[in-house]
């Protein structure tokens, strides 16, 4: 009886790299070990024990200091663009309104842009860091032979479970960051959003507080805020609509007060303060006994209520001296 005896294939030749690591395509690290020491026993140790924890380890290693670095450089990225935008680069005209809005308290302009750097470079840079680190953690996981369906089948059920939970934060939290990013109010704002009004004190990605003329503070939940009124954005108008007896000279009147708007314009500080050249246009109603004549002053965003008061107070005077009455107009 005779025993047939297969004939061993090429790269299990004793003498190469290929049996000695006991494979037909050698890692690299293992063929380097084979021709160092030309060892069988040595270089089947340590492809067995060696060369698998090793080069997972290493791949390891080098998948965190890649992570690391990548989330490095997106934080700088980040905070400098986040520090752009909170900046801006507006022209010198923007500049001089946005120093006229926070006149008396320049802290405010810094602080809003301070904030809204902060808030921003602090969401984009954990968005960051989470979406980086995960994907090395899964990619560590699978150097490791772990089986990641089950954890993302998992991890799926549980974002759906806390999407449904905390739907109402999570509404308020978006609904802030887009605010954020499109800056449609600030600290030192004066806003109306339907419910409250008053001025803006401080802005979170949840929430919003702003005190009111009462001195109540209120606090409005972002995803809440349907509609917002911002007076402090870019300019203003201030309206006065001002009633005179139906029998005054309606010319006369108007030439009154295009010229007492005029002078306000040309005083200081107004003349900061209203950025175009006043207004008179004309009747703007009959109220029984009364006529009502509108005066408009495009002026610096949030001092619409001061050029107002100052005008009210010079028509006034003006009247008086020329004797126009002013009349009360029916409801």
């Known amino acids: 009886m005779s025993l047939a005896v297969e004939p061993l294939l090429p790269w299990a030749q004793n003498g190469s790299a290929e049996s000695a690591c006991r494979d037909e395509t050698p890692t690299t690290s293992c063929r380097l070990v084979w021709n160092i020491s030309h060892n069988t026993d040595f270089t089947r140790f340590y492809s067995t024990w060696l060369d698998g924890p090793l080069t997972t380890l290493l791949l390891i290693i080098l998948t ?11 934080h700088r990225m980040i905070t400098r663009v986040t520090l752009r935008m909170a900046e801006g680069t507006m022209s010198e005209r923007v500049r001089e309104r946005s120093r006229t809005v926070f006149e008396g308290n320049p802290a405010l302009l810094t602080k809003r842009r301070a904030q809204r750097a902060q808030t921003l470079g602090s969401v984009l840079r954990s968005f960051a860091s989470v979406l980086i680190m995960g994907t090395a953690l899964f990619s560590i996981l699978g150097s490791l032979g772990l089986n990641l369906a089950p954890i993302l089948a998992s991890a799926s059920v549980i974002g759906v479970a806390v999407g449904f939970g905390a739907q ?16 449609q109010y600030g600290v030192g704002d004066y806003i109306d959003v339907g419910s409250a009004k008053g001025t803006v004190e401080a802005v979170t990605l949840r929430v919003t507080r702003m005190r009111d003329v009462d001195g109540i503070v209120w606090y409005v939940p972002n995803g809440e805020i349907k509609r ?9 108008r201030a309206v006065l609509d001002i009633p005179v ?3 005054e000279d309606t010319e006369r009147v108007k030439e009154l007060l295009q010229t007492t708007a005029d002078a306000m314009a040309a005083d200081s500080p107004w003349n900061d303060l209203i950025l175009e050249e006043p207004a008179v246009w004309g009747v703007q109603a009959f109220a029984g006994d009364a006529l009502v004549i509108r005066v408009v002053l495009k002026t610096a965003p949030g001092k ?8 009210r107070e010079r028509v006034k005077r003006v009247f008086d001296e020329a004797g126009v009455t002013v009349a009360t107009p029916a409801p």
């Open 228 to 236: 917002v009124g911002n007076e402090s954005q870019n300019w203003g």
């Open 304 to 311: 619409q209520g001061d050029v107002a008061r100052e005008l």
């Open 64 to 74: 965190l200091v890649v992570a690391l670095i990548v989330k490095n450089i997106a």
């Open 245 to 247: 007896d139906i029998h």
């Open 168 to 183: 109402n934060i999570v509404k308020d939290i978006l609904a802030g960051l887009f605010m954020l990013l499109e800056d």
